[in-house]
């Protein structure tokens, strides 16, 4: 079965809310080479309305410097897109579609077929739904040494949840990625077993 994969950048306040006004410095090659093993780990994006937008505004204009078959751009730019949204109409970004009807069901489905992990940017109410119906198998948050003191919360909305640390990395830079599995309600024992320094 497919993973859902959730990666999110954040400050060290808890900011997602625009990252490329604060997270660019900090894109050192080892960082970009960790979100580019990233990427090419998966074959499909899933993303909300915002994220969409935004990344179809972006993403499409941007050239490919490096080779097609391992340039990122061109990547992100080809790859199978699913966008969950009640309000859009049409997505015009090259591979993507909008999954209609029962969302739930819809990423259920995808986790099913047969393929690589289905990667996820952003926390937002998508998240926050499917990690509620057992359907994110990870989440990793990108930690940012820099406090803005404003902007919209990773996790604003959500009820409670427990987390498992699955893995860490550290770049030279100060961001540190913090991987964490989400964990049943019934199995609380077994988080006072996860290592608290486990690295990736």
Known sequence: MRKVIVSVFATMDGVQQDPHEWSLEYATAEYEAYARDQLFAADALLM??????GFAESWPSMSDDGPAS??????????PKYVVSTTLDDV????SALLKGDVVEAVRELRRQPGRDILMFGCGGLA???TRHDLV???RVWIHPVVLGRGESLFTGWSETRFRLTGTKTFASGVVVLAHEPVAADAGAV???APSTARR
């Open 137 to 139: 198998d990870e989440i």
């Open 128 to 130: 926050r739904t499917l």
């Open 70 to 79: 391992d340039d990122f751009t061109h990547r992100i730019n080809t790859m």
């Open 48 to 53: 909300g309305r915002v994220t969409y937008q």
């Open 92 to 95: 015009s970004w090259t591979n």
């Open 191 to 193: 988080v006072a077993q």
